[in-house]
């Protein structure tokens, strides 16, 4: 899909702002979830609430990722998602692979995900369906990609903490252009 067919989503963070394509022909169930949280306004109290790299991993991760995941609610916070899961759309099926700023639904079991999104830094293949990641192999929905921005990615990379958690999550603001 061109680049101009996607609908564009707008991530405002400290370090800038971050422009996301999110593609809903090829990943349809899963950018409706997304565009539903960002026109809904459920993403209004969104955070970056966890960086991974591969220094802040748990010793013995067997299949290391990079990702800066964020959304609302986030595990920090004590409340429930405000929409249901939505089904599970993998990357055999979408096309979709995740690539270095590939935009992916974060779960924990296959259809469990919803209200957490992250943002690949770095290809990740482990993340695709049929990678080790998760010991289902289902991997994850990818649905959308960075269009601008990458320098701004790189620079909250740079804000990653001891753990993956984030003690001190990073507030963002999220919304369409249009």
Do not use: W
Not at 53 to 64: F, I, R, Y
Not at 137 to 161: D, M, N, Y
């Amino acid at each position: 899909m061109a680049q101009s067919e996607l609908a564009r989503i707008r991530l405002e963070t400290e370090d800038g702002t971050i422009i996301l394509g999110i593609d809903e022909t090829r990943a349809p169930l899963t950018a409706a979830n997304f565009l539903a949280y960002v026109d809904g306004g459920h993403l209004d109290d969104a955070t970056i609430y966890r960086i991974v790299t591969l220094a802040n991993q748990a010793a013995g991760t067997q299949h290391p990722i990079e990702v800066i995941q964020f959304g609302s609610p986030g595990p920090h916070e004590n409340r429930a998602p405000p929409l249901p899961p939505v089904p599970h759309e993998p990357t055999s099926q979408t096309r979709l692979r995740h690539l270095d700023g590939t935009l992916s639904l974060a779960r924990n079991a296959p259809g469990s995900g919803g209200h957490g999104f992250f943002i690949c830094i770095g290809a990740q293949p482990e993340l695709d369906e049929g990678g080790r990641r998760n010991p289902d192999g289902a991997g994850f929905a990818a649905f959308g990609k960075i269009v601008s921005g990458t320098e701004v990615l790189l620079k909250l990379v740079e804000r990653a903490e001891p753990t993956e958690y984030m003690r001190s999550p990073l507030r963002v603001r999220i919304g369409r252009l249009f």
